[in-house]
């Protein structure tokens, strides 16, 4: 998808701090985090959302799932993180490809707002 700011990011037209990038997810720093740590994870395949994930590949959000576990562990962050996926307008996504927040750093209280 030609407009898709992730997709975007996953091809190296724009540029991103990338934490790690595997066969199907890419990881990256977000540019305004809310959190000490805040990676989001996309996958490399451009979906929408994760209903889309799941009715078309389900393995794209077990992928991401993995991702996130792999990326907090590598951020150090043994005592505990959040993982936010929006999904669509009333779910708060505000980019159209399917992506996982990976929170972490100090504490996060519920609910989440």
């Known amino acids: 998808m030609t407009d898709c700011l992730f997709c975007k990011v996953v091809d190296g037209t724009i540029p991103a701090t990338i934490v790690e990038r595997t066969e199907t997810t890419v990881a990256f720093r977000d540019i305004a985090p809310v959190s000490p740590t805040h990676v989001l994870v996309v996958p490399t395949r451009h979906v929408a959302d994760l209903d889309e994930a799941v009715a078309t590949d389900p393995g794209i959000a077990a992928d991401l799932l993995t991702q996130c576990a792999r990326v907090a ?3 150090g962050l043994a005592d505990g993180y ?3 996926i929006n999904t669509r ?3 708060g996504q505000t980019v159209q490809h399917l992506h996982a ?3 972490g750093g100090r504490p996060h209280a519920w609910p989440p707002g």
Do not use: I, K, P, T
Request: proline letters at 0%; aromatic letters at 0%; a neutral charge.
């Open 82 to 84: 959040r993982v936010v």
């Open 73 to 75: 562990a590598r951020e």
């Open 89 to 91: 307008s009333d779910g």
């Open 101 to 103: 927040h990976v929170l």
